[in-house]
Nanobody, 128 residues
Framework: QVQLVESGGGLVQAGGSLRLSCAAS????????MGWFRQAPGKEREFVAA????????YYANSVKGRFTISRDNAKNTVYLQMNSLKPEDTAVYYC?????????????????????WGQGTQVTVSS
């Protein structure tokens, strides 16, 4: 079992920055692929970014590539999402998630149905 708690959301003006954190508790955090997803009102949950268990591989949605950076600190059981050049369309509830890919041939995934554990979400609002 892994428990995930996001923090760092808030209100920011367009062009600004925020850093989200996701603190994990439970066993073997450093064996999980970690991902960030977001969901805007009236829209489906969408993939934002993912990072492999050791941080060696990352993957981003095209909409955030070059603006967002995912990272992790396994010693602190924490994954981060640095968000720069924020746009109003980035407004959403952001969720972190953990995927157990030990039996898979891939080290990260953008598919939400492959994630086993989810946080409660943190609101990010970008004003124009």
């Amino acid at each position: 079992q892994v428990q995930l708690v996001e923090s760092g959301g808030g209100l920011v003006q367009a062009g600004g920055s925020l850093r989200l954190s996701c603190a994990a508790s439970g066993r073997a955090f450093d064996s999980y692929c970690m991902g960030w997803f977001r969901q805007a009102p009236g829209k489906e949950r969408e993939f934002v970014a993912a990072i492999s268990w050791n941080g060696g591989s990352t993957y981003y949605a095209n909409s955030v590539k070059g603006r967002f950076t995912i990272s992790r600190d396994n010693a602190k059981n924490t994954v981060y999402l640095q968000m720069n050049s924020l746009k109003p369309e980035d407004t959403a509830v952001y969720y972190c998630a953990a995927a157990d890919l030990k039996s898979s041939i891939v080290v990260l995934t953008p598919r939400h149905d492959e994630y086993d554990y989810w946080g409660q979400g943190t609101q990010v609002t970008v004003s124009s």
